[in-house]
């Protein structure tokens, strides 16, 4: 059957105006988020409220679930997601997750010495404690991998110190197979600090890989 104008110019103009509509207007469940993650998503480092904008979309809304269930013990974030509605959450990670990635680092490069020890233990880790290089996983320059390996880049140097503090503590948990935490459990307190203040000090960027058959950036 023939309409009086083509099936493709239809689906094409809806994408577009969709597309057009998402980037201009936050969905409702947003106006909440913005006081601490930014209008944009982009954090507020200096507060340690992590950015939100560009990390992928599987990630954030497994972590919103994660507060909410307890997974995940941080007392400001339950009380913003327990409320949230399956539906909610998926609108939520997917307009956090289109947002453009921030282009300041979050922090300043530290004193040499505990920089270049951060770049080590990023790109080449420490094998004799085996802890992997970060990159490894989180991909080179910390940008992420989709779905499940969250950028570490545009945090400031004391959120991500207190995710792996949450890890060894136990507090944080249901890290895929417990990836994350395997790595935690085996850093000192100076491989932290010198990390962390590494990757705060780096600018962040897109991520440029996806999983087969997820398409898009995100
Ligand atoms: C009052 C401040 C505040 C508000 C409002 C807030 N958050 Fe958060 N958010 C935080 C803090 C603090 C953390 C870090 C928690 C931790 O250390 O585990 C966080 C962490 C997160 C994370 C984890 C990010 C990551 O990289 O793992 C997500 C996702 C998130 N918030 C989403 C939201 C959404 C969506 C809303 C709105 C419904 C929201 N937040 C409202 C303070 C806030
Ligand atoms: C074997 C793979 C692997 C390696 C190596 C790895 N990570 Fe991770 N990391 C993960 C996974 C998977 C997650 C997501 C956890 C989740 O979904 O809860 C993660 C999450 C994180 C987070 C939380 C980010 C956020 O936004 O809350 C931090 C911080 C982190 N990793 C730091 C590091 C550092 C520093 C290193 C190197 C010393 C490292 N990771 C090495 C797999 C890895």
């Known amino acids: 059957m023939m309409g009086s104008y083509p099936q493709w110019l239809a689906t094409g103009l809806l994408g577009l105006v969709w597309s057009t509509f998402a980037a201009a207007a936050p969905p409702p469940e ?49 009380g913003m997601a327990k409320p949230l509605s399956p539906e909610a959450i998926q609108t939520l990670a997917a307009y956090y997750a289109s947002l453009p990635v921030p282009t300041e680092a979050a922090g300043s490069p530290p004193e040499a010495a505990l920089l270049e020890r951060g770049a080590w233990l990023a790109q080449y880790g420490d094998l004799a404690k085996g802890v992997p ?4 996983c989180h991909a080179a320059e910390g940008v992420g991998v989709p779905q499940h390996f969250p ?8 959120y991500l110190a207190d995710q792996i503090t949450a890890w060894q ?40 890989v ?8 995100q």
């Not at 990390?195 to 440029?208: D, E, G, N, R």
């Open 210 to 217: 996806s999983q087969p058959g997820q398409g898009g950036g």
């Open 133 to 136: 290089a970060c990159f490894r």
């Open 30 to 78: 947003a106006a909440s988020c913005a006081a601490c993650h930014g209008a944009q998503g982009q954090g507020m480092p200096a507060a340690n409220y992590p950015r939100l904008a560009g990390l992928p979309a599987g990630y954030l809304a497994e972590q919103l679930q994660h507060f909410a269930d307890g997974k995940r013990q941080n007392a400001i974030m339950a």
């Open 151 to 158: 950028p570490l880049t545009g945090q400031s140097a004391k």
């Open 169 to 208: 503590q136990g507090t944080r948990r249901g890290d895929p197979l417990g990836l994350m935490q395997t790595v935690a459990t085996r850093m000192s307190a100076e491989d932290t600090q010198a990390v962390t203040a590494y990757l705060a000090a780096q600018k962040p960027k897109a991520a440029v």
